[in-house]
């Protein structure tokens, strides 16, 4: 089993969390909520208003998402999904634990109390140039504010 940190249309609420409840695309346990302990641009781009975090650790803010525990199978169809490793890379980022639900071992217990631990995320350094002075959020939410309406796979 592998954490995960998901800060776009993969949580709660979003367009694509139905992913993460099929488990015929593999498992994956809500854990808690979370934010990343360094501040990167997470940015809204591109023709379909895709959330991407740009991997330019130090900028932008803390982003909020949520922490799950998938399986190699759930990994593998993020892996997939997410277009890794071309339009996103997976890395190791410290997430900093917010709420916790889990119900993992006693490392998982202490990882939580502490409030820091390792997950992957989605994240990517192939972006064009111009996407560094894209607004940066803290959280996404594909109705927010921000106007830029998500657009479904299934709609482009």
């Known amino acids: 089993m592998a954490r995960v940190f998901v800060y776009g249309t993969l949580k709660k609420g979003q367009p694509n969390y139905k992913h993460m409840i099929n488990t015929a695309k593999g498992l994956a346990k809500f854990q808690g909520r979370g934010r ?18 740009l991997n330019i650790p130090g900028k932008g803010h803390q982003v909020a998402g949520e922490i799950y525990l998938v399986d190699e199978q759930m990994l593998q169809f993020l892996d997939e999904f997410e277009g890794c490793p071309d339009m996103y890379q997976r890395t190791l980022m410290r997430i900093e634990v917010v709420e916790w639900e889990g119900k993992g071992g006693a490392s998982e217990a202490r990882a939580a109390t502490e409030g820091v631990m390792e997950c992957f995320v989605y994240s990517t350094t192939t972006y064009p140039p111009e996407w560094v002075s894209l607004p940066y959020h803290d959280s996404y939410d594909s109705s927010g504010k921000h106007g830029l309406s998500y657009v479904l796979r299934e709609s482009r």
């Open 36 to 53: 990343t302990v360094e501040k990167y641009p997470l940015v809204i781009a591109g023709k379909y208003n895709i959330p991407y975090m």
